[in-house]
């Protein structure tokens, strides 16, 4: 059911989960995600902020573009992007890659240290896709899979992540 933002506001979970199940799930999967990401900021395990945790993710995500590539997925300048990308180097989590056909061009990608990071919260979406096996039957879990499939696949045309 389309609903607007000021309609969705007033509802609590339960609700929300009855008018637009999707957005109740991705939701929780978020507040799942900002609790941990604010956790570790907290317990100094993660030296970055809030911003280079989403800019770092969309690199890993966007599978090794150009700063340029990276400037254009965010909607933001060049500059502006190399200033940022140029923070997660130093830091430890994104690297350059030249490019082997053309020595200009630069490649970014993540690092082992990023890696370790990211590792401890796909644990969490590993317990769910547990719960799930354990819950539905085969057949269930499959064609929960292949929506899942068709939703990444045809339902998201403005996010495509496939160069």
């Given at each position: 059911m389309n609903m607007s933002p000021e309609d969705r506001a007033g509802l609590d979970s339960t609700e929300q989960l009855e008018r637009n199940p999707l957005s109740a799930l991705y939701s929780k999967f978020r507040i799942h995600y900002y609790r941990d990401v604010f956790r570790r900021i907290n317990s100094r395990e993660l030296s970055l902020t809030t911003t280079e945790v989403y800019c770092?993710?969309?690199?890993?995500?966007?599978g090794k573009p150009t700063i340029q590539e990276?400037?254009?997925?965010?909607?933001?300048?060049?500059?502006?992007?190399?200033?940022?990308?140029?923070?997660?180097?130093?830091?430890?989590?994104v690297k350059k890659l030249q490019?082997?056909?053309?020595k200009r061009e630069f490649y970014l990608d993540v690092t082992e240290k990023f890696y370790r990071y990211y590792n401890i919260n796909e644990k969490y979406l590993d317990i769910v896709e547990?719960?799930?096996?354990?819950?539905?039957?085969?057949?269930?879990?499959?064609?929960?899979n292949d929506t899942l499939k068709k939703i990444y696949y045809e339902m998201m045309p403005e996010v495509n992540l496939d160069k």
């Open positions: 770092v993710e969309i690199i890993h995500n966007l990276f400037a254009n997925f965010i909607g933001i300048s060049s500059p502006n992007a190399t200033y940022k990308v140029n923070s997660l180097i130093k830091k430890g989590y490019s082997d056909t053309d547990e719960r799930l096996k354990n819950e539905l039957s085969p057949e269930e879990f499959k064609m929960f």
